[in-house]
């Protein structure tokens, strides 16, 4: 137990963030007096933090760019860097469509079961055959009616 510094409420450890700096490895104030002050200091301060943002962005894209790809595909996908990695050499670095080699410096998509909870991956795919399936909607009845279309029309 721990009593917040800022609203001076007893409560359990588990309401504050930790922070090796102290003696007892935890924030003086709780997370809920914490995300108020932030939001306050946040709203104060926007033009300089967004100043200051668009400095670290123009500084180093490509670094911004890879860190956004991480966090995307651990909260979308639940994939780690090394996991999706192990996916593109499994797949011969190819589209698991169309077989066209990814090339480098071009988004690769990860397929994946959109209804499913956990996230489900299927693959990884080229932008043009994801779009693909999109557009079809997953639906294996329309694509097979989309292959009856184009052998009777060709």
């Known amino acids: 137990m721990k009593v917040c510094a800022k609203c001076r409420v007893l409560k359990p450890v588990d309401f504050f963030s930790l922070d090796r700096s102290t003696s007892d490895g935890f924030r003086s104030y709780c997370r809920d007096c914490a ?6 200091h946040r709203a104060k301060n926007k033009e300089k933090l967004n100043q200051k943002a668009r400095e670290y962005r123009a500084k180093d894209p490509s670094k ?5 790809r991480r966090s995307a595909l651990k909260t979308k996908y639940r994939l780690t860097e090394i996991e999706f990695n192990q996916l593109v ?24 079961v959109h209804e499913s909870n956990p996230i489900k991956v299927r693959g ?11 557009r079809f909607k997953d ?4 694509l097979q009616n989309a292959i009856d279309y184009l052998i009777s029309n060709s």
Request: aromatic letters at 8%; proline letters at 4%.
């Open 35 to 40: 995300q108020v002050y932030w939001g306050i």
């Open 64 to 68: 911004v760019r890879r860190s956004v």
């Open 89 to 112: 050499l499994k797949q011969g670095n190819r589209c698991a469509i169309c077989s066209r080699e990814f090339l480098p410096g071009v988004q690769i998509d990860v397929d994946h």
């Open 124 to 134: 990884l795919l080229c932008s043009n055959c994801n779009n693909g399936i999109g």
């Open 139 to 142: 639906s294996p009845e329309f």
